[in-house]
């Protein structure tokens, strides 16, 4: 492989790591600052949210309802550097009830999750989430 290409799988795998670091930390202001301003974001089944302050939202109505910290972390990157996936297990607690889901009363859940990532000049220009929704549903919903 060239260097170059060594150099930008790497520059990626490092980018693609800080932004979950810095998920697991609650440090919002630090994973919006390693996207573009007008990054792309697909919601897990749901609409594709486009700006950092779309993703600032989010990341507040995330915060209101969870607690969650990502173990396991894979992260898996294109040769140019351009695209990147990534594998993780959600270690989280359900703790206030989110518009349209199940009452929520600090129940805990484990659940594999993925996102898919495209870069541009070194900031995330797309993160797209996914999960099985009724695996997390049948969690927080057990008695």
């Known amino acids: 492989m060239p260097a170059d290409t ?25 994973m919006l600052a390693l996207l573009t301003d007008d990054v792309a974001h697909d919601l897990n089944q749901g609409a594709r949210e486009t700006g950092r302050e779309a993703f600032a939202a989010f990341l507040a109505r995330m ?19 351009r695209q990147a996936a990534a594998e993780y297990v959600v270690h989280g607690e359900y703790r206030s009830t989110d518009e349209g889901l199940p009452a929520a009363r600090g129940q805990r859940y484990t659940l594999p999750g993925g996102a898919f990532f495209d870069l541009r000049d070194g900031r995330i220009a797309r993160v797209s989430n996914y999960y099985n929704l009724q695996d997390w549903i049948a969690q927080v919903t057990r008695d």
């Open 63 to 81: 915060d209101a309802h969870y607690a969650e910290q990502l173990h396991d972390i894979v992260v898996m990157v294109s040769a140019d550097g």
């Open 6 to 30: 060594s150099a930008s799988t790497r520059a990626a795998t490092d980018l693609i790591g800080a932004y979950y670091a810095a998920f697991n930390r609650a440090d919002w202001s630090g």
